[in-house]
């Protein structure tokens, strides 16, 4: 990740919308993981 970005705080709604984003299956993980600047193990769990 570049230094430029800067990583939003993981707030209860934060998660939410990264849980509900993967739960609709209409974006890849990898997509995913690009959007919400997060690492895909955290997308599975």
Known sequence: MPQSIKK???TSAYKFRVAMAALK????????CQKFCVVASQIYK
């Open 25 to 32: 299956e209409d974006k890849t993980v990898s997509r995913l």
């Open 8 to 10: 939003p705080p993981a």
